[in-house]
């Protein structure tokens, strides 16, 4: 119970942390122009619940397409309701919105993917090292 506490908290955080990322891209980008505490807040939030969304790679056995497509729509989802709250103008640019929403999507995906990558390296190396050193007895 307790790691799943910790998953689910983790999960949120590294949703806030890409989530906060991209809102001061906006900022600084001045597609934001003025940020309330309200704006921040539901960016904050809703990237938090975007990073326990990415949970599902962990929980469902579906195929890694299926799972991205599904996850892909929940984010997209997610996002629609963090701007219909916001009240932000994307509507009559939708096509240019969608297409940075993908852009954005992708750019966050590859990032994830070094990190997993990098981690399974990491962890094959110590095994590598450890069955080296069971060889060498």
């Given amino acids: 119970m307790l790691k ?15 989530g906060s990322t991209v809102y001061l891209l906006f900022i600084a980008f ?7 505490m309200f704006n921040i807040f539901s960016v904050l939030l809703i990237s938090g619940l975007i990073g326990i969304f990415s949970l599902i790679f962990d ?9 991205l497509f599904i996850h892909f ?12 709250i916001n009240d932000w103008p994307v509507w009559q640019e939708f096509i240019s919105f969608f ?8 750019i966050i995906w590859f990032i994830v993917k070094l ?3 990098a ?19």
């Fill in 119 to 137: 981690s399974v390296n990491s962890v094959n190396q110590r095994l590598r090292e450890r069955n080296e050193r069971h060889k060498q007895r």
């Fill in 4 to 18: 799943k506490i910790k998953d689910l908290l983790n999960s949120f955080l590294i949703g806030v942390g890409f």
């Fill in 99 to 106: 297409l940075n929403f993908v852009g954005i999507y992708l």
């Fill in 59 to 67: 929980v469902v056995e579906w195929s890694y397409l299926s799972t």
């Fill in 115 to 117: 990190k997993l990558s």
């Fill in 73 to 84: 729509l929940g984010t997209f989802s997610l996002v629609m309701l963090m701007i219909w």
């Fill in 30 to 36: 001045g597609v934001e122009h003025e940020p309330t």
